[in-house]
């Protein structure tokens, strides 16, 4: 079976049909169960969690899994691949042992643009009014689609598009995007910035 054809399973389908178990998936399993909640408060023992490979299965008896559990934000923006669910489970796919975090390359990347002072060059440069905002997209080869090719992208929108202004800054993203050297294996990731930052992020 090829890598795309069970990349495009979703999570359920993945871990019916994987018949992976060893000691490492029952490390993922420990894992996952302290990244998830029920009602604010810790998973209960016995919520029962199985991993296959990469893909675990979390089953609540009786319980519906429209309310839960839940995982914790930053932790699945870095590791969780898919979820899907029926009544009483849900199914999660997790990011592989051997695949960097998608989310922590596109973090980095918006530290290197601050650090590097391009954007703020072009703010000294040009006085344009309003919003910049751009959407960076980190897409592995299994996720080829008509609106995001593979590897490192981004798009823009907002008042500044087409302005002196936004243009220097879209130049400054791209010589970013241009100058990072992206892993073997990642999780594809997705990050939304805007310009101007509030102070709290900067």
């Not at 996952?32 to 675990?56: F, I, M, Q």
């Not at 823009?156 to 050297?181: F, K, P, Y």
């Amino acid at each position: 079976m090829s890598k795309r054809i069970e990349r495009h399973r979703n999570a359920k389908e993945r871990f019916e049909k994987s018949d992976e178990r060893s000691v490492t998936d029952n490390e993922l399993a420990l894992d996952l169960r302290k990244h998830l909640w029920v009602n604010d408060a810790e998973l209960p023992a016995s919520v029962e969690v199985e991993c296959r490979g990469n893909t675990c299965r979390v089953a609540r008896e009786g319980a519906d899994a429209s309310d839960g559990p839940v995982v914790d934000i930053d932790w699945a923006r870095r590791n969780v691949r898919d979820v899907a669910s029926t009544r009483n489970e849900i199914y999660y796919g997790l990011r592989g042992a051997d695949e960097a975090s998608g989310f922590d390359i596109l973090m980095d990347i918006i530290v290197s643009i601050r650090q590097a002072g391009s954007i703020d060059d072009c703010t000294a440069r040009f006085h344009d009014a309003g919003t910049l905002e751009v959407r960076f997209n980190l897409r592995e080869d299994e996720d080829d689609t008509d609106e995001f090719p593979p590897g490192l992208s981004f798009d823009v929108s907002g008042r500044l598009v087409g302005t002196r202004l936004g243009e220097c800054i879209s130049d400054a993203l791209q010589h970013a995007c241009n100058s990072v050297d992206l892993p073997s294996a990642f999780l594809g990731s997705s990050l939304r910035w805007v310009y101007p930052e509030s102070p709290e992020l900067q």
